[in-house]
T-cell receptor
Framework: AQTVTQSQPEMSVQEAETVTLSCTYD???????LFWYKQPPSRQMILVIR??????QNATENRFSVNFQKAAKSFSLKISDSQLGDTAMYFC???????????FGQGTTLQVKP | DAGVIQSPRHEVTEMGQEVTLRCKPI?????LFWYRQTMMRGLELLIY????????DSGMPEDRFSAKMPNASFSTLKIQPSEPRDSAVYFC?????????????FGQGTRLTVV
């Protein structure tokens, strides 16, 4: 069975600084997707970035980028130039291309300080 | 489309009562997921459906929980009888056949409190 682990329950960063959130996963599948979702206090789940496992190039979306290490089964999220609006809980997720199953890690609460 | 719609947004019930949570997925989506969010366990997958058929219910905590999807536009998650430890936020999400692994869309969640 697949698992997703986020080992940092809480993190904080100063506004305009860079922060990296960690995520590891376990799977025996070859075809899958990885995601980072953001959950602000409003409770809404918002997709931040996605990565196809067959692509070697790391995904980037504006200030958000990932470091995808397939052999190590690691998928970290880097937030550059942190903004107060980035304060939220961040979830790492694994999606199976074979079964459609989508599972999440425990989440990391990020606080951006002014 | 209005997105994934869940009802109610908030539910407070007494221990032992039956609770039914409802979800309307995005039209055309053929995957539907039910999750439970708690501080201790994060976002747990309870069950998911493909084309209205339950594919994996291994995350359902016990027999008190059941889920149905009678048609492509409606699903329910029922807890009977409810217990205080069931208090959590329950999310429904759906994804489409063309982009099932590119994004799952979430409802606003139902905050359940069992007293």
């Amino acid at each position: 069975a697949q698992t997703v682990t986020q080992s940092q329950p809480e993190m904080s960063v100063q506004e305009a600084e860079t922060v990296t959130l960690s995520c590891t996963y376990d799977t025996s599948e070859n075809n899958y997707y990885l995601f980072w979702y953001k959950q602000p206090p409003s409770r809404q789940m918002i997709l931040v970035i996605r990565q196809e496992a067959y692509k070697q190039q790391n995904a980037t979306e504006n200030r958000f980028s990932v470091n995808f290490q397939k052999a190590a089964k690691s998928f970290s999220l880097k937030i550059s130039d942190s903004q107060l609006g980035d304060t939220a809980m961040y979830f790492c997720a694994y999606g199976s291309s074979n079964t459609g199953k989508l599972i999440f890690g425990q989440g990391t609460t990020l606080q951006v300080k002014p | 489309d209005a997105g994934v719609i869940q009802s109610p947004r908030h539910e407070v019930t007494e221990m032992g009562q039956e609770v039914t949570l409802r979800c309307k997925p995005i039209s055309g989506h053929d995957y539907l997921f039910w999750y439970r969010q708690t501080m201790m366990r994060g976002l747990e997958l309870l069950i998911y459906f493909n084309n209205n058929v339950p594919i994996d219910d291994s995350g359902m905590p016990e027999d008190r929980f059941s889920a149905k999807m009678p048609n492509a536009s409606f699903s329910t998650l029922k807890i009977q009888p409810s217990e205080p430890r069931d208090s959590a936020v329950y999310f429904c999400a759906s994804s489409s056949p063309d982009s099932r692994n590119t994004e799952a869309f979430f409802g606003q969640g139902t905050r359940l409190t069992v007293v």
